[in-house]
């Protein structure tokens, strides 16, 4: 079965810097593209960043251009996301999701149950 | 950026009733189109990609169609664990977008 499981969430203070985390098992994660979609309390969803399979493709939301980097690990089967300079509008739940093929573009399924993060003071 | 535009936003409708929702993208995506379903404190899931091809495991009763610009998720006969929200989802371009969303509810 397919599990992927996120952390690293948390309070954190406008300005600082979080990293999280998604430990993907049941699947070998290095022949799939993964993503980071969140959602703000009480909204739609939102893609942030994806990764190709081989970290060749990265993408980025325009709202976290510059301040989020995506990376992944194949040997420890994790995706992660380090978000710098965190604003109040990077409130969220954010999920792991795992693409169909190797490349970015293409739907998403399955996804985590999301890790969430608050910035505020 | 491509923009997704869903219609209704929120609907409302019996057990047994036929449902349709819209999605409509600003510029062609050919059927580059995804469909998902999220039920309140859960993580959304795929019920239709490619536009029309049903995910599996997803009820027969739900079911895409369209190309080019214009999209629609359409469920035959709801069931009461449908009421959920939908959103659509273009995989043409990246940014990877969604619509806002559609709110069904139980009339």
């Known amino acids: 079965e397919v599990q992927l499981v996120e952390s690293g969430g948390g309070l954190v203070q406008p300005g600082r810097s979080l990293r999280l985390s998604c430990a993907a098992s049941?699947?070998?994660?290095?022949?799939?593209?993964m993503h980071w979609v969140r959602q703000a309390p009480g909204k739609g969803l939102e893609w942030v960043s994806g990764i190709s399979w081989n970290s060749g493709s990265i993408g980025y939301a325009d709202s976290v251009k510059g301040r989020f980097t995506i990376s992944r690990d194949n040997a420890k089967n994790s995706l992660y996301l380090q978000m710098n300079s965190l604003r109040a509008e990077d409130t969220a739940l954010y999920y792991c999701?795992?693409?169909?093929?190797?490349?970015?573009?293409?739907?998403?399924?399955?996804w985590g149950q999301g890790t969430l993060v608050t910035v505020s003071s | 950026d491509i923009q997704m535009t869903q219609s209704p936003s929120s609907l409302s409708a019996s057990v047994g009733d036929r449902v349709t929702i819209t999605c409509r993208a600003s510029q062609s995506i050919s059927s580059y189109l995804n469909w998902y379903q999220q039920k309140p404190g859960k993580a959304p899931k795929l019920l239709i990609y490619?536009?029309?091809s049903l995910q599996s495991g997803v009820p027969s009763r739900f079911s895409g169609s369209g190309s080019g610009t214009d999209f629609t998720l359409t469920i035959s006969s709801l069931q009461p664990e449908d009421f959920a929200t939908y959103y659509c989802q273009q995989s043409y371009s990246t940014p990877d977008t969604f619509g806002q969303g559609t709110r069904l509810e139980i009339k």
């Open positions: 049941g699947f070998t994660f290095d022949d799939y593209a």
């Open positions: 999701a795992k693409s169909p093929g190797l490349e970015l573009l293409n739907w998403f399924d399955p």
């Open positions: 490619a536009a029309s």
